[in-house]
Every structure is written in structure tokens, then in C-alpha cells.
């Protein structure tokens, strides 16, 4: 035996993630369809799920799901280049560059595949990444695995990037951004990103996996509503459209060389027919008028739920419907999430190194399903929580 029992080669490293009380564990969750969830046996109403459109429980999604189960069985059995690219991919895709308005479209398996794949094949040597500091893992772990620089801004904030994009001497310059950040609710300006980008002739790419289904026309994304069209527009499919996967839209060109070059499409086995199937059903509801109801529903339920956070004139507005609640400290941000849960209010605490050193906090995400009565006892189960955490000690405001 190379070690005793109680003392294992990551024994000190777990002992270190306890210490910093940053240890974590995957919760028991019984899941519902819609606005509530059980975790650990605890019945609560679910601030923290990106099911932000409700259509996880739609019938027609499951329908379309067990009639691609039906007719092409459990699994696609090879990756897409080999014998795994079914009707129903090709199907998926012809319908996400139409919507998008892109002469194609790539489908990948999960979000955190096509970020690292497409900015690991796009950036290759000679090449320069500009990213933002706050993006997501996903985007951080492509640009690593680039052969690209990568030179990181200040979060939104423009002058820094223009300063990066003013240095010459490479191949390719591609700016890399989320348009409504996960872990901060919010919006790149993507008006202003996209003329940077322009003047200084570098590529655009946006992750819109957290406005995709929920912001602009037919749900296409904060750069649709921005009236902006990136080169590279990159959406998931398992939040808003409550299934899983990924996408990206753009040129026939772009789709072309990813297909050939990328490596998390090349050597994997390719996403599920049902569940490419299943995301179909749920972008053709996206793009229809139920869509436009159910992300008016969102943002009536997203001012809703900042009034009730900050009552009286005057009360303030967010920028989505993604709302971070900073707490500061990662101890007290798990005794306040665990004390909403305690009251029936599921929302997630969430620590470093999901978020930087010192921001811990509580993620609240609407949903269109949340009932007026659900996001009053969200607010005030989260003031009697909060009332644990000295208010000197918080390092922002409830809702900021
Ligand atoms: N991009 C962003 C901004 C995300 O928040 C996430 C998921 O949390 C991903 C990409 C990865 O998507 P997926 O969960 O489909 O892997």
C-alpha cells in the first residue's frame, strides 16, 4: 500500500478546501418541473436554476425527445464526422442558422465544448485573444488551450480593451465576451464592443448563454437586440431552452473550418438525437409568440423581484434576470443560502473560484413560472437571511 487509509496524495489539498470553507458538494435535488425543486429532502420554491423560460418541463420538448429516442435510438454511437450526424442534427442546425439569420450553424455538445473548442481552434499561433476578465470558465480553459496571446480587460470596461486592440503585430485579433455575464447578471456593451472591434479590425465573438432564448427578437440574443451581428455568436441550449448542447452561428466559412479544426467536436461522440431533437422543439417554441410570452412574463417577474428587494420610490432595476446578491465572505455567504433554504428559498451561494477571491454570493435567477407570491417570500426570506450578515460586512448593496 503507498499510503495509509487516512491519509491519501489529495488528503491535504481537500483538508485546505475545508479550511477556506470553499469544499464542495453536489447537493440531493429532486427536480420538478417548473418554479420548485427538493434539495437535500427540502421542498423549496428555485431561485437558482437557469431554467429561465420554464421549458425544461414542456410536454412538446418531451414529446419531440422520445419521438427522436423512438426513431433513432438512445445514442448517436460516433462522433459527427464519423456515423453520428443524424437527420435530427442537421435538422437542429438548419433551423438555428434561419432564426439567427447566419448562413450556418454548429451544434456541440455542451456549452463548455464549443467555447473551448472553437477558441482553441480559432486562435492559433500569431494569433491574439482579447478577453474579459470576468468571462466564464468555459472561454478561460479555450483561451488556455489556444496557441493564441491572451491578453485579458478590465470587466466592460472599453477604454481597456481599445488599449489592448491598439497593438499591431498579429495574425488575427478576436475579443471574446459573455453579453449578460453569468455570475453578475450583467450586459456587455456590445454596441460599443462590436465598433472597437470594427475600427480596430478585430473579430467579434459573444456567448450568449445566458440571453439566448430571453433577450431579443425571437429570443436570438442580446446582440440581436443590440442590433449587432458578430462573427462568432455562440448560445446553450440548456438554460432558456431547457434542454442541453450548444451552438454556434456565423458564416458558412467559420462553420467550415470548426467542422475541420476543432477538436471537442471532432473527438467526441456526437450529442444525443433525442436530446438534439428535444432542443429543436424548444428553439421553434423560443421563436414563436409563446416565446415572446414567456420572456414578457420574465421581465415582468424580474422587476418584481427588484421592487420587492428595494421598496418605496426610487426602487432600483437590474440589468437581467440573473441577480447576484454579494455577501463577501464564502462562510457567511453558505450560512445565508442555507438559511433561505431552511424557509423554503432555493438560492445557490457561489464561491471562489467561480467568482473572485472575496465576492462570494448568493445567485438569484428568475424564471417566467415564479408566482408574485413566490418573489415576495424570496425577498423577505432573503432580508431575515441576510440580517445574519452584518450589513458592514457585505461588500455591495442587496442587489447590485
Ligand atoms: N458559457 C457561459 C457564460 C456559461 O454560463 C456556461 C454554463 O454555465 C457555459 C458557457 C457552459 O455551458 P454548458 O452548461 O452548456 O456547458
Redesign the pocket.
Known sequence: MKYSTDETPWTAELEELRRAELYRVMPSVKQMPGRTIAVNGKAAINFSS?NYLGLAGHPDIAQAFVDCVTRYGAGSTASRLIAGNTESHRALESFIAAWKGTEAALVFG??????VGILSALGGEGDLIVSDEL??A??IDGCRLSKARVMIYPHLNLSGLESILRSSGFRRRLVVT?SI??MDGDCAPLKEIDYLCRRWGALLMV?E??ATGVRGPQGQGLAAEHGVTPEIQ?G????AAGT???YVAGSRALVDLLTNKCRSLIYTTAAPPGIVGAALAALKIIASPEGDRRRARLKENTLKFYRAMNPGPGGLSGPSHIVPVRIGDSRKTVRVSEACLEQGIFAHGIRFPTVPEGTARLRFTLMSDHTKEDIIMAASVLENAMSMVEPTERTGKICL
Do not use: R
Not at 236 to 239: P, R, S, V
Open positions: 437557469n455542451s456549452g463548455y465544448q464549443a467555447n468571462n466564464h468555459s472561454i459573455e455575464f453569468s456567448d448563454a445566458h455562440m446553450t441550449l440548456g438554460k442541453s448542447g450548444a
